[in-house]
Structures are given as C-alpha cells and as structure tokens.
C-alpha cells in the first residue's frame, strides 16, 4: 500500500488520558492505517474513521471525555455512519450506564448497562478479578453469517483474544452480540456490532496475530467506505 492511500484513510485514536493509545496506533500502521492521536473534537469528525481505547475505570473515564468536550464530537461521529472502534473500556463507555463504583452514565450509543463479574456459587469455579489473560472468543451459533460480515471474518471461533477487565456489558438489545466468552461460571458478551459500531471488550491489538487480523479487517471496511465517500 502505498503512502498516499495511508494518508487517504486517517483512523483518529481518542486521547482521553486513559488507553493504550500507542500500542493501538502501532496496530493500526501495521495494516496500513493513518492513524494519529487526538483529544480534539473536530479531529475526530474529519477523520475517516475513529477508535475509542481505554484502560481504567469508568466514572474517570466519562468525567474525562466531559472534561475534553469529546462526547458530543463522539456521538456526532458515530450518527454520521464512519467506522468506529470500541476497545476494552471504550467498549463500556458506549453502553447507557456502568455500575461500577456506584452507577454512572456513559454515552448511551448502545443500550445496556455494564456489571460487574458476580461471585462463584461453585468453589471450584472460583475465578480472579479482574479477568487478565488469554479467554476464548467465540460465535454463537445462530450468528455464524454475522460473524462472517464483521471484523472478526478471518478469526475462527473459539481464537483466544487477550482480556483485562473486572467489568462486562449486557446489550438490551441481544442481535447485536456478535461473540461471547466464558470466564469462571459467566458467559458474557464479548463483542458487538451495530451498523457503522464494532467494539470489543478483548484487546486486539495485545492478541497477536489473529488481532491484528481484526484491525486488517476493519481497515478494510475504512478503506472502502473512504473510497466511496470520496
């Protein structure tokens, strides 16, 4: 690929002070991707496509995003149909609320709300939390066409994608689940899509090769809507 079709195609990853923004950069100039970091809002609405990472929790996360004057921009980015990417605690962020150190609303692009793991009623099933290593993602069975539409076309069900994470969304709306894991007793959605919307709770860009075949995947969705927005 050459430079002049990177620079056609430019991926805005949202500074908010809490993410993996350079490792989610990095992943998106292996697959050819202009991507550049911003905490300006009209950055992010003249790019072709945006990223929402995050590690962190929730409440400071939001009262960062308020404080940035970056929820609007966000929202407006979204509604206009450009591909964006929801990553680990940005994933969260999009859902309606979190319970997380008592309940806070997020953008509310998705709703749902986001819970904490709950306790093993099994011993044997005792698990840690925070969720941290290597858990199979996999499709649900009555989504394989889904599936094959989405990012995670060239992913067999079942990879392991690399977590980190005390907290999981519950989508009110169960169609736009697009896989599932299974940690201790919980299985719990692990993936949605909806439209122009594609977030994870996994980190792709920490998964090796089989996540950075989810970024080569989702660039190709940005170059193509890029082209045809031209």
């Known amino acids: 690929m050459s430079a002049g079709e990177r620079e056609g195609t430019r991926v805005a990853v949202i500074d908010y002070e809490m993410g993996n923004l350079f490792s989610v950069r990095h992943a998106c100039r292996h697959v050819g991707l202009n991507a550049f970091m911003t905490s300006n809002g009209k950055d992010i609405l003249r790019a072709d496509a945006a990223i929402l990472p995050g590690v962190g929790a929730f409440g400071k996360a939001m009262g960062n ?19 964006f990417m929801g990553i680990c605690l940005g994933m969260q962020l999009l859902f309606s609320e979190s319970e997380e150190f008592g309940v806070t609303s997020g953008l509310n692009v998705v709703e749902g709300r986001i819970v904490k793991f709950p306790p093993a009623t099994d011993p044997c099933m005792r698990v840690k939390v925070p969720h941290i290593g290597w858990s199979r993602v996999s499709c649900p069975r009555e989504k394989a066409d889904f599936w094959k539409r989405s990012p995670l076309s060239r992913v067999p069900s079942g990879a392991h994608m690399y977590f980190v994470h005390s907290f999981y969304p519950i989508p009110e709306d169960k169609e736009i689940i697009l896989s599932f894991t299974t940690y201790g007793e919980t299985a719990f959605c692990s993936c949605v899509m909806k439209d122009n919307l594609f977030a994870t709770q996994f980190h792709p860009e920490k998964s090796a090769a089989l996540g950075l075949q989810i970024y080569s995947q ?13």
Request: charged share 20%.
């Open 65 to 83: 995003l308020v404080c940035l004057d970056m929820v609007s921009p966000i929202k407006e980015f979204i509604a206009s149909g450009k591909p």
């Open 218 to 230: 989702w660039g190709s969705l940005v170059r193509g809507m890029a082209a045809r927005n031209e």
